[in-house]
């Protein structure tokens, strides 16, 4: 054996530690396991003893208290008892990239739940990631076409841009991510669906993104029955496959269904761990937490993560806190409305009160002309809603709004869009020129 081969090995026998420190189960608050005699950092992985799993629960150190380790389990508590043995790894939670991943659903560790083979082998990375530095992101110069008209031609989006979805419940969040991931023109879409009901994870991958949009995907899932800690920590690893995809000069599509749901399982943490509730019962953990996440997409030095994040509003209150946090971080909203979706109007996306921040970066004055002479239209009818509903507008009074209701049909035939119909960005530009060309 070599000289310098004989030191390292050496080396790694001494590092080895032999004794693995063991710490003792204190007592169970709520979600939070109490645990004494053990020294970890945040993060660390935990193994609690168990004597009904022989491969014991699985947890991670969330906080402390005094010389007390506060752990939350991945899994369910039942059946912990106090005393019980826990060791530590010392290592964090890592996530498996590689393109052999597209096309296939996996949980929080990177485990297969597609009822298709195991991951073979492949490259595991932290789930934290490294946000880009300022200064090394590329300029955003360029339209990224999502294929959803309504998207393209009013809210346009750019490459490594971020937005907000804004809705309530069941007004098409789902629908409108199926079709971006359907029809962009993005290399790799990665999906973090988090805190989702178990039903609707299947009826997504299925319906909404269907087997093209899956074929060239990473799904992530943890569903809202897991722990709160899991939900955080499949956000993460979603983000993680993304930058190593971008990193890989991909252009990548990522959305997250919901930012809400993600925010209220690091309100669960933080008040387990014994921080004070401050706004509408959210620690202040929950505000630091989304921008570490979401300032995580964009633009980097080699290529651009596009990025969606879904915000799911208490009564269809656009203000409430974790929309305003979310709002505050990205470069802009889409806005679902109910009134829309009653209607039968799909995607039911209120154009005007949905704005992106990049626009006029990358669109042409063409195209800006038009978008705004739609939009004043329909907030010419807005404006007259009462008087033309009870019959007091007289036609020819106002030239404008004569037109503006003449267009009315063709602007909301425009506006609403199958799931499975894919509109080329050309395609809807020709056809919003259409709508303000004279005599239309």
Same mark, same amino acid.
């Given at each position: 054996m070599?000289?310098?081969l ?5 080396q790694?026998i001494q ?5 693995r420190?063991?710490?003792h ?5 709520g979600?939070?396991v109490?645990?004494e005699?053990l ?12 004597r009904?799993q022989?491969s014991?629960?699985l ?5 402390f208290r005094d ?5 939350m389990?991945?899994t369910d508590l ?6 019980y043995q826990?060791?530590?790894s010392?290592?964090t939670?890592?996530v498996?990239?590689?393109?052999h991943?597209?096309g296939?659903?996996?949980?929080a560790?990177g485990n297969?739940? !597609?009822g =298709?083979p195991?991951?073979a082998?492949g490259e595991r $990375?932290g789930?934290?990631g490294?946000?880009? +530095? /300022?200064l090394? %992101?590329?300029?955003?110069?360029s339209a ?12 346009t ?12 419940s069941g ?8 079709m971006?991931?359907r029809?962009?023109?993005a290399d ?6 988090i805190?989702?009901?178990?039903r ?7 319906e !909404?993104l =269907?087997p093209?949009g899956?074929?060239?995907?990473? $799904?992530?899932?943890?569903?809202s029955?897991? +722990? /709160?800690v899991? %939900?955080?920590r ?5 983000m993680?496959?993304?930058e190593?995809?971008r990193?890989r000069d991909?252009?990548v599509?990522?959305?997250m269904?919901?930012?809400?749901r ?7 943490i933080g008040?387990?761990?014994?921080e004070?509730p401050t706004?509408?019962?959210?620690p202040?953990?929950?505000?630091a937490q989304l921008?570490?996440l979401l ?7 080699i ?5 969606f994040f879904?915000v799911?509003v208490?009564g269809?209150?656009?203000?409430e806190?974790?929309g305003?946090?979310?709002r ?11 009134d829309?979706?009653?209607?039968g109007?799909?995607?039911?996306i209120?154009?005007m ?6 626009m006029?970066k990358?669109a ?9 002479h739609?939009?004043?239209q329909l ?5 007259n809603q009462?008087l033309?509903?009870?019959g007091?507008?007289?036609p020819?009074n106002?030239?404008?709004l004569d ?5 009315k049909?063709r602007?909301e035939q425009f506006?609403?869009?199958?799931l ?5 960005m ?7 020129a259409?709508?303000?060309a004279?005599g239309a």
């Amino acid at each position: 054996m070599s000289a310098p081969l004989f030191d390292r090995t050496r080396q790694a026998i001494q590092s080895v530690d032999l004794i693995r420190p063991v710490g003792h189960v204190r007592q169970v608050v709520g979600t939070v396991v109490e645990v004494e005699g053990l020294a970890a950092s945040l993060g660390d992985l935990c193994r609690i003893r168990h004597r009904r799993q022989e491969s014991g629960i699985l947890a991670e150190v969330i906080g402390f208290r005094d010389d007390t380790l506060l752990l939350m389990p991945y899994t369910d508590l039942e059946g912990i008892a106090s005393g019980y043995q826990v060791t530590t790894s010392g290592e964090t939670l890592r996530v498996p990239v590689g393109p052999h991943l597209l096309g296939r659903v996996i949980d929080a560790f990177g485990n297969v739940i !597609d009822g =298709g083979p195991p991951l073979a082998g492949g490259e595991r $990375v932290g789930r934290r990631g490294r946000t880009p +530095s /300022p200064l090394s %992101r590329q300029r955003i110069d360029s339209a990224q076409r999502t294929g959803v008209r309504a998207i393209d031609a009013f809210i346009t989006c750019a490459k490594g841009q971020r937005l907000g979805i804004f809705a309530g419940s069941g007004v098409g969040k789902s629908v409108l991510l199926g079709m971006i991931s359907r029809h962009s023109d993005a290399d790799v879409n990665v999906v973090a669906l988090i805190g989702e009901r178990g039903r609707e994870v299947r009826e997504f991958i299925e319906e !909404d993104l =269907g087997p093209d949009g899956l074929k060239r995907s990473v $799904v992530v899932v943890a569903t809202s029955d897991e +722990s /709160p800690v899991l %939900r955080i920590r499949a956000a993460e690893s979603a983000m993680a496959i993304g930058e190593w995809f971008r990193d890989r000069d991909h252009n990548v599509m990522f959305m997250m269904d919901s930012a809400t749901r993600y925010a209220m399982a690091q309100r669960e943490i933080g008040l387990a761990a014994g921080e004070p509730p401050t706004t509408k019962g959210y620690p202040p953990s929950t505000f630091a937490q989304l921008p570490r996440l979401l300032e995580r997409a964009g633009t980097s030095a080699i290529n651009a993560m596009t990025a969606f994040f879904t915000v799911l509003v208490e009564g269809d209150d656009m203000n409430e806190p974790v929309g305003d946090a979310v709002r505050s971080i990205v470069d802009g909203h889409i806005v679902l409305t109910r009134d829309l979706a009653r209607r039968g109007h799909y995607p039911a996306i209120d154009v005007m009160g949905s704005v992106s921040r990049l626009m006029q970066k990358i669109a042409s004055e063409e195209h800006l002309s038009s978008s705004q002479h739609i939009l004043g239209q329909l907030k010419l009818l807005e404006e007259n809603q009462d008087l033309i509903t009870i019959g007091a507008y007289k036609p020819g009074n106002n030239h404008e709004l004569d037109a503006a209701l003449a267009a009315k049909p063709r602007i909301e035939q425009f506006l609403r869009q199958g799931l499975e119909d894919h509109v080329p960005m050309a395609q809807t530009l020709a056809e919003l020129a259409a709508l303000t060309a004279p005599g239309a």
